[in-house]
Structures are given as structure tokens and as C-alpha cells.
């Protein structure tokens, strides 16, 4: 049996969701594809279940009477489906679809109460959107493109290939929902740095007091597994005041394998759920909280007062530190946590300046992160996070200041951490809590306690660390008399212990002195320098040294990646192979000097993140040819067809330029392609000639009727040139769509006959392209930078203000030139 991928299970939900995007917004649809998914899921495991159940009886003997009777016990099921929730059933709804489905969400929870109460019935799919429903035509067509996506155990290529797939619907609804989107999802680079600052370990509690969708409990379930733990081993507990979030959260758990999760609904600040057995709240090893940004909050009947040292106002929007404080309540005496928080809290007066002194003063503020603009859905303000710790909280007297602003992948809608950004970030934390260092300049510090009062506990980062880049300094006498300083050559001595060959060719010394040099004759201007980095035998050389490298690394490490696959029904282990090979390659490059550390772990961290479900895969199921990328299929076995597609695409785009441009003023062209207006004005004038001969023709006027076909045949004939190549362009698209769905069929053919030794070697082949393409990535950003840099000395230096003055005295004198011949001087 062909076993799904992820890159096949998230194509198909996302055409389940093309049905409903016409209809309704992202954020209101949903709830359809989350809630149609897990009934799908439920219903097929259910039917698995029940024919396993059905031959383990039968093998016993059973009687057929008492195997259906044991086959309709709900104690026998993960989760007891009813008839009317069965897919076997659903798949068939053509009327009142609306109503049937919402009768088998509830039908489902009312069945398995104690693990779904409250999570499916709220999903209305006749509610109203805008001024009608969804028709019975559009929620039947919705339902048959999840008849494609089997959703059995032994239909997935990993455990958890469901629960994957389920974030990437997470993180696609996120982006879609712009603002809402911060109701429920936290950005994964984001929960990833803070997982990695309070290091959850095997048996500890974990809590998220505004869980949204639950990403920071799962990517803690994630990191232990990475460090070798047992993820079993591990308490999850969250609370989240939206009920629809709530909901994704606890479908979120279930899909993930994570059924002991508890997961509870209403207002944390007003109402805490989580308590012991003497009625007490319940303490946690772990927190670990994105809560909302600027909220107001109730006072009135709040419950566990003791919670909050410090009172905010309940207006103004000031609830963020009443969160802080509800985490603290319940985090244990050794226990730490990380929250993200707006920057605000760290410099305003008044309840939030006695709220700083509070948490300083006790030794629980440990950190604060300075986060990049523009991380978080809904708000283009940068961030922070405050990492409290009780443990030793008595004897610390530093708070960590880490000033990570600036770093990040700037993205179109909003920006990211990269996986060295990250690696960076984490490596300051631990690094100066542990009092290994004092400070990294202009990135963090340990600051003093007695320095944050003396500020008036003001906690602004920039205060205690200022990352601003330093001033571009200016030469007056380079600018005046010429030559670059030595100084801000010696400055890029980065480039140049890495490309030895390079500084020789850019600059030479200059005549009288050595404190400046001049360029050499080969940069005859700006764009020469382009050329000589690009063309450089240094840079080559170092880069060739540094894949060569990679390459023996590579080979060294292949037979390790090669027993990832099962072997003798021991599944392999991707966290280790991640673990060992990290560790592998950070020492392989640990003298390398064209990259950093952080560099060399975030290109492999960003690696293995792309391949992770390919390698989980391969974990659990072996080399198998579904695995192949239908893009590497066609190109191996049909490159023909491949060509054809791109040569008729190429003629398409000219084609459709060739309209474009049409329509633009001053158009010229002589390849018979008309603007728009006059090929709408010519069919006017053909139809009104065609009109007027048969007009003509019927009353007898022959003389008139010639001379209207003649007029319509020589309009005919202007627009010929135009209509062909439309024609060209229409049948090209069609090409195309045939093309494609042959290609789809071709691919399932030829991926048939690939056996699992030439899928190993074909995926073992992408991974080493993949890797090699990855560091290549980062080498070639190097060599930009490089170019920059020497392209900001040439705009600084190469000309100096004696050659600005003599250009400027050439052009007056020609101007006084042009001036006297005309008599005016």
C-alpha cells in the first residue's frame, strides 16, 4: 500500500479548503476543515478498530451474535463513533448536508464525553455568512475531497504525520487571518527560542495559561524527544477564554497523540482551572504564555487574590503584568518560566514600575529578551520576553539583558527568527546566567541590580544594551586629497583572512605615506568590483575548501542517515540521528572562519527542519518512492515533457506581454497584436457590416451588398494577425491543463515501477543537494557582504572633493561657454 506524505496530505486539505474559500473568510472556515478532518479521522479509526476487533474475536470462536454485540461496545474503541458520524454514511449526504453534519459532530461528542464535551458542537455549518448558508452542493463537494484523504494508522507514512499536517492547517488559516490570527497561534520560530531558554525535561509539569492553538506544549513534547527524554513522560496542561480556540487547542492534542493534555476553557486571570486536590491551584516545573497584548481585565469576583502582589488598573490596558503575576503564583519553588510581553511593561510608571521592583527585588527576573518588529500576528510592535526563575532566586543579583532586534529574516507580511538567530539568542541566555561571561558587546549583558535601581528599575534594553551600529565614519583628508584609509580597510579583516587573494587586487599602497591606500588600476569603477569578487580565485578556493569539507562529511555520515530506516521492526530514531549529526558537524566546522557557530548550527537546524518529515518517514516506513518529489520524477524519467511545458509557458509569457503592451501609450509593433479598444471597435465595425449586407442582400441591392462584405472582409483581415496569435495563447493554456494532468499520471506510472533501493538512492541524492544548497545559501550572503563592503569604500572615497570641484569648474566654463555664443555673456 502507498503510504501518504505530508506533502500529499497538506495538497489535498488545501483543495478542501478552495471549495470554501469563495464563500467565506479563512478565519470563519476553519472550523469546517478542522472539524470535518477530525470527524474523518475519528471515523476511520474507528472502522480500522473494528475490523481488528471483528478477527480477534472470530479467531477466539466467538459467535457471531456475541461478536456484534462486543463490535457496538463503546468500552472497545479509542473513540466510539455512532452510525450517523460514520464516514460511511457522510460520504453520501447530498441533502440537508448541513444539518447532517452538524448532527454528527454532535453525536460524536455526546459519545465520547469525557474526552470531547464541548469541542465539536459548536460547529454550525448552516450558520449564516453574510446574508445565506452554504448550499447543500458546496458542503457535498467539501465532503468529497476528504473521501480522497484516507486518514487509517497504516495509511500514514509516520505516527504523527495527522498532527503535522494539522499545525501546517494552523499556520495556514494564521496567515490568512491577518490580526485574529494572534487569538491562536504564536509564530513556531518564537516558541521555539522560548522552549529552548526554560529547557522542559522528562517528568516535569507544563503549563500555558493562554494555550491558543497549543503549540508551546507540543514543540516542549518536541524538544524533549530531541534531548533524548521521554515525551510520555510529561504532564500539559493549558487554559485559553475563546472557546473556538480552546477547541483547535484540545483537537490540536488529540490529533497529536496527546490525549492526557488537559485543556480548559474560561478567563484565566478571573477563574484559574487548574487545582490541586485540596482545592489549591496547581504548580507547575514549566510555564511558557503569549498572552494578549494590552488587555483590560475584572476585578470584581476574581478568584485567588492572593495571586497579585501588585494591582493593575483594570482599565487602560494594562492586564499584561497581571498575567506575569498569575504565572509566577503557580509556577514551583525551583520552577522558571518565559512570557512574551509588548515592551511597555519594561518602561512605564505606576503599578508596572512597583510590578518590576516586585519581581527584581525577589530575584525572579532573571532575563529579558529584546525581540525584531514585527514577529507577532496582529502587531507590527516589537516584543520581549521575561524569564522568571525562582530557583536561587535569593542569591541572584543580575538580570540578563539580550538586545536580539536586529536579527532576523525580514519576510513580506511579517519577519522571522532564523534557526541561527535563535542559536545565538539561547547562547546568550546560558552563557551569561551561568556568570561564564559578563557581556557580548552590543548583544547582551549582565546588569547589576544595584545599576537597574539606581535607574529607577526602568528595564528600557537599550538602557543596558545599546546595539545601535556605530556611526559610518567619515576620512576629511581622504575626502579632500584622496586614498582610503588603512583603518577601515584593516576593519574588513573578516573578508580578508578569509579571501587572501582579494585585498591585493582592490588596493595598493599609496605614494607618501601608510596610513592610507588607494585603489588599485584594476577598479576602474564601482562596478569592476562586482566582477573581481565574483571572479576571484580566493573566494573560490575558500568556498571549494569549505564543501569539500561538507562533502567528506557528508560521505563520513551517509551510512548513518542510510540506518534511519526500520531494521528487524526497530523503527529509527530521528532526534538521535538530529542530536548526533548537530553535534557532528559543528565540530567538523569548528575552525572554520567563513562561517560562525551560530551560522553553522542554523543552516543545519534549517536543514533538518525541512527534511523532518521526509526523515520521520523514513523512520517509521522505510525508503519508500513516495517520498520522490513529483518535480525530481519528471525531471529523472521525462524530461521531455518537461521542455515542451517550459517552451510552451515561455511563449505564453511573450503572448501575454505582447497584450500587455499593447494597451500601453505609444505602443509600436508589427507582430499584429491590437490594444484592446481597437480590437473591440473592429468587431463593432465587422458586425455592423455584416449587418447592413444582409440587409442590402435582402432588399436586392447586390452593388451594396458587395461592398459590404468587402468592408467587413478587409476588417476581417486587420484583425486576423490578432486573433491568431489569441488563439495560440488560448490553446497553449489548454496544452498546458492536458499536459498537467498527463504529467500527474506519468508520475504515478513511472514512481510505480521505482524500487526502494533506487528510492534510497535518489532521496539520499536530494538530501546531499539540499544540504549542499544550504550552506551555498549562506557563503553566497558572505560574498555580498563582502562586495558591500568594499562597495561602501568606493562610494565613500573614490571620488574626493577636488575631482567634485574640477568637474564642477568644467561644467561652469562650458556653461559660460553656451552663454556668450548666445549673447548673454
Known amino acids: 500500500m502507498t503510504k501518504l506524505t505530508l506533502s500529499q496530505l497538506t495538497s489535498l486539505l488545501l483543495r478542501a479548503c478552495d471549495d470554501l474559500r469563495g464563500n467565506m473568510d479563512a478565519s470563519e472556515y476553519k472550523e469546517y476543515i478542522f472539524g470535518i478532518l477530525f470527524l474523518k479521522r475519528l471515523s476511520d479509526l474507528f472502522d480500522q478498530e473494528r475490523e481488528r476487533l471483528a478477527e480477534e474475536l472470530k479467531a477466539k470462536g466467538m459467535a457471531t451474535a456475541l461478536i456484534a454485540q462486543q463490535l457496538d461496545n463503546p468500552d472497545k474503541y479509542t473513540f466510539f463513533v455512532p452510525e450517523e458520524a460514520r464516514w460511511s454514511k457522510i460520504r453520501h449526504l447530498k441533502s440537508n448536508v448541513g444539518t447532517a453534519l452538524n448532527k454528527a459532530l454532535e453525536a460524536l461528542e455526546d459519545a465520547n464525553v469525557d474526552a470531547l464535551q464541548d469541542v465539536l458542537k459548536h460547529i454550525n455549518f448552516n450558520k449564516k455568512i453574510g446574508q445565506r448558508t452554504l448550499d447543500d452542493d458546496t458542503l457535498s463537494d467539501f465532503i468529497q475531497n476528504f473521501e480522497k484523504i484516507p486518514l487509517r494508522d497504516e495509511n500514514f507514512e509516520f505516527p504523527d504525520l495527522l498532527g503535522a499536517a494539522y499545525e501546517y492547517l494552523i499556520k495556514y488559516f494564521a496567515d490568512s487571518a491577518g490580526k485574529k490570527a494572534g487569538e491562536f497561534y504564536t509564530p513556531a520560530d518564537v516558541v521555539r527560542t522560548m522552549v529552548e531558554i526554560v529547557e522542559p525535561q522528562a517528568g516535569m509539569s507544563i503549563y500555558d495559561p493562554t494555550v491558543g492553538s497549543g503549540g ?293 599602497a599609496r605614494p607618501g605615506t601608510t596610513d592610507y591606500l588607494d585603489f588599485t588600476a584594476e577598479v576602474t569603477d564601482r562596478r569592476a568590483l562586482a566582477d573581481i569578487v565574483n571572479g576571484d580565485a580566493s573566494v573560490a578556493s575558500a568556498h571549494k575548501a569549505f564543501l569539500d569539507t561538507l562533502d567528506a562529511w557528508w560521505k563520513k555520515h551517509q551510512p548513518e542517515i542510510e540506518a534511519l530506516a526500520p531494521s528487524n521492526s526497530k523503527k529509527g530514531n530521528v532526534y538521535a540521528l538530529r542530536r548526533s549529526l548537530l553535534a557532528s558537524i559543528e565540530e567538523t566546522f569548528a575552525k572554520s572562519k567563513l562561517l560562525t557557530g551560530h551560522q553553522i548550527r542554523g543552516a543545519f537546524a534549517r536543514y533538518v527542519d525541512e527534511l523532518k518529515a521526509d526523515l520521520k518517514s523514513i523512520a517509521a516506513s522505510g525508503w519508500g518512492p513516495e517520498l520522490i518529489p513529483d518535480a525530481d520524477i519528471l525531471e529523472s524519467q521525462f524530461p521531455e515533457v518537461l521542455a515542451e511545458m517550459d517552451a510552451k509557458r515561455t511563449r505564453l509569457a511573450e503572448l501575454t506581454a505582447l497584450f500587455g503592451a499593447a494597451d500601453e501609450e505609444d505602443y509600436e509593433d508589427d507582430t499584429g497584436v491590437l490594444p484592446k479598444e481597437q480590437v473591440k471597435e473592429l468587431k463593432r465595425k465587422i458586425r455592423e457590416a455584416r449587418g447592413q449586407a444582409r440587409i442590402a442582400k435582402k432588399e436586392g441591392e447586390r452593388g451594396d451588398w458587395e461592398s459590404y462584405i468587402h468592408e467587413a472582409s478587409e476588417l476581417e483581415s486587420q484583425l486576423a494577425r490578432h486573433k491568431a496569435l489569441e488563439d495560440e495563447a488560448r490553446q497553449l493554456k489548454a496544452d498546458l491543463r492536458a499536459t498537467e494532468k498527463k504529467q500527474d499520471e506519468l508520475v504515478a506510472a513511472a514512481r510505480e515501477k521505482i524500487d526502494r533501493d533506487e528510492a534510497r538512492r535518489v532521496i539520499l541524492d536530494r538530501m546531499h543537494r539540499l544540504l549542499v544548497q544550504t550552506y551555498e545559501s549562506y557563503l553566497r550572503a558572505d560574498q555580498r557582504a563582502c562586495l558591500a563592503a568594499l562597495e561602501n569604500l568606493h562610494d565613500k572615497y573614490a571620488v574626493t572633493a577636488a575631482d567634485i570641484e574640477q568637474r564642477r569648474d568644467a561644467a561652469t566654463a562650458k556653461l559660460e561657454g553656451f552663454l556668450g555664443e548666445l549673447g548673454y555673456a
Open 216 to 508: 508551546m506544549l507540543i514543540q516542549s513534547r518536541d524538544y524533549i524527544h530531541e534531548c533524548g527524554g521521554d515525551p510520555r513522560d510529561l504532564s500539559l496542561y493549558g487554559q485559553d477564554k475563546i472557546g473556538t480556540t480552546w477547541s483547535i487547542c484540545k483537537m490540536n492534542m488529540l490529533l497529536h497523540g496527546i490525549a492526557h493534555a488537559d485543556i480548559r476553557q474560561e478567563d484565566t486571570i478571573r477563574r484559574p482551572q487548574h487545582k490541586d486536590e485540596s482545592g489549591e491551584l496547581k504548580r507547575y516545573d514549566r510555564v511558557l504564555a503569549n498572552p494578549p497584548f494590552s488587555q483590560n481585565y475584572i476585578k470584581k469576583d476574581i478568584e485567588y487574590p492572593g495571586r497579585f502582589a501588585v494591582w493593575l488598573p483594570e482599565k487602560g490596558k494594562k492586564a499584561d503584568l497581571m498575567f506575569v503575576q498569575h504565572m509566577l503564583a503557580v509556577l514551583k519553588g525551583n520552577g522558571k518560566m518565559a512570557t512574551v510581553m509588548p515592551h511597555g511593561v519594561l518602561f512605564r510608571g505606576g503599578e508596572e514600575h512597583e510590578a518590576r521592583r516586585h519581581f527584581i527585588e525577589r530575584g525572579w527576573l532573571e532575563a529579558i529578551i529584546g525581540f525584531p518588529a514585527g514577529l507577532f500576528y496582529g502587531t507590527g510592535i516589537p516584543a520581549c520576553v521575561l524569564v522568571m526563575n525562582k530557583k536561587d532566586s535569593e542569591e541572584r543579583k543580575h538580570v540578563v539583558f539580550i538586545n536580539a532586534d536586529r536579527d532576523y529574516r525580514e519576510g513580506k507580511a511579517q519577519n522571522f527568527l532564523r534557526a541561527e538567530d535563535i542559536s545565538r539568542i539561547v547562547h546568550a541566555y546560558r552563557t551569561l546566567t551561568s556568570g561564564a561571561k559578563e557581556e557580548m558587546l552590543g548583544y547582551a549583558r549582565r546588569v547589576p541590580i544595584e545599576e537597574i535601581e539606581a535607574e529607577d528599575f526602568n528595564c528600557n534594553i537599550r538602557r543596558y544594551v545599546d546595539n545601535a551600529p556605530p556611526p559610518e565614519p567619515h576620512d576629511v583628508r581622504a575626502h579632500l586629497q584622496g586614498g582610503v584609509p588603512r583603518s577601515e580597510v584593516d576593519a574588513l579583516e573578516h573578508f580578508w583572512n578569509n579571501y587572501p587573494g582579494l585585498r591585493t587586487r582592490c588596493f595598493r
